[in-house]
């Protein structure tokens, strides 16, 4: 089995586990616990979760580090990451208050870099630092996104 279809076996396995097991997972969906299993095993190299047993049952594993556990993997594995968009956007005034967010969101990266880069080695533990502040700011740009998708759609 290829390390991208163990990476789906595992992340079907986590959404499971968010859900509350096996047992639980089935009631949830079209298909039983043996079927559940098979999807996760990573001795079971032709059962994978169908579309709709994982858009039924990753919502419910929410909870989870790591949600949504699957979705993260396919994007991954498609070279893209996934963004959630904001529950709720902002008022029309809080578009300003976005673009500061954004602004000290970019200037802690800078900072994250520039600290990585100072005794001249940019190692893993400084790229994990510079990696959640890039995390910081797509988040941000996604509420920026919804929010002034909300304003063109609102005129």
Do not use: Y
């Not at 996934?82 to 709720?88: E, G, K, N, S, Y």
């Not at 673009?99 to 533990?125: H, M, Y």
């Amino acid at each position: 089995m290829t390390p991208e279809k163990l990476a789906l076996k595992r992340a079907f396995a986590e959404t499971v586990k968010g859900v509350g097991g096996l047992e639980t997972a089935a009631t949830f969906c079209r298909v039983g616990k043996s079927v559940l299993g098979a999807n996760q095993s990573v001795n079971e190299d032709e059962s994978f979760a169908a579309l709709d047993v994982i858009a039924d049952l990753e919502p419910l594993a929410r909870d989870r580090a790591g949600w949504p556990h699957v979705t993260q993997a396919l994007c991954l594995q498609m070279g893209g990451t996934f963004v959630a968009l904001p529950d709720a956007p902002t008022s029309k005034e809080g578009l300003l208050t976005l673009l500061a967010r954004q602004a000290q969101e970019q200037n802690d990266l800078t900072q994250a870099i520039c600290a990585g880069l100072s005794d001249g080695r940019f190692c893993a533990k400084d790229a994990s630092k510079a990696l959640r502040e890039v995390d910081d700011i797509i988040r941000v740009a996604a509420a920026m996104r919804a929010e002034l998708k909300m304003l063109v759609e609102g005129e």
